[in-house]
């Protein structure tokens, strides 16, 4: 479909292993977000691209975690010496310019052991 | 940023009308009141948004209460298929950031043959 496409839908990695996902969001969208939402909890906002650019990365818990979207399309989600902690599912979610709603993948699940 | 407010958990009968209630007290003038629900295994999906006024679509209808503190998602019919976490959010309407959602902890909605 034309959805929202992230990959990988799970992945396992070892603690302090480095870790990729990737968002392939909906074409023609210039808004792309990046959400983690913990079991039982609400999506948590991470980092929002315009085009290339992050116009918002408040959401980024440290500086182990990078987000890129070099050619205002594709991004990753990079996320460096993992930890337990860490262990989530990390939702893409994409968007027009001036629309009202954002269009969401269905997530990549991450487990760190 | 603050959170919305939602019931933990809700239960309603097949083919009855379903109240979502939500507080949102700190929500600025310009942020929209979202809601998104979300399935098991699944990316929230959009079910409507509005800023003051009731809004109607073939999903739901959404109530906003005159000082926007607070607002109602409303089924008119519920049917098994609309069993899911309901999620009432805030979205920025401005600067940086931008169409951000802010989401809160979510009701889940169990509905009843």
């Known amino acids: 479909g034309a959805g929202v496409s992230q990959t990988p839908s799970n992945k396992v990695t070892e603690k302090g292993k480095y870790v990729e996902l990737r968002c392939d969001p909906i074409s023609g969208h210039t808004a792309l977000y990046w959400y983690r939402q913990s079991l039982g909890q609400g999506p948590e906002f991470l980092i929002y691209f315009q085009g290339t650019g992050a116009a918002d990365d408040s959401g980024l818990p440290n500086d182990r975690f990078f987000a890129v979207r070099p050619e205002g399309s594709v991004s990753t989600l990079k996320i460096q010496r993992t930890e337990r902690g860490d262990s989530a599912v990390y939702l893409c979610a994409s968007s027009p310019v001036g629309a009202g709603e954002l269009f969401f993948g269905e997530g990549s699940r991450l487990t760190v052991l | 940023d603050a959170k919305t407010t939602q019931p933990n958990s809700m239960e309603s009968n097949e083919e009855e009308p379903v109240h979502l209630p939500c507080n949102h007290s700190?929500?600025?003038?310009?942020?929209?009141i979202h809601w998104y629900r979300q399935l098991p295994s699944q990316g929230p999906e959009y079910v409507i948004h509005?800023?003051?006024s009731n809004v109607n679509n073939r999903m739901a209808s959404l109530a906003i209460a005159e000082d926007r503190k607070s607002s109602t998602l409303i089924l008119h019919r519920a049917t098994l298929r609309d069993a899911a976490v309901y999620y009432c959010?805030?979205?920025?309407?401005?600067?940086?950031?931008?169409?951000?959602?802010?989401f809160g902890q979510g009701t889940i909605l169990t509905v009843h043959p």
């Open positions: 700190t929500i600025s003038g310009t942020d929209y």
């Open positions: 959010t805030r979205k920025n309407a401005g600067g940086t950031s931008y169409g951000k959602l802010t």
């Open positions: 509005g800023l003051t």
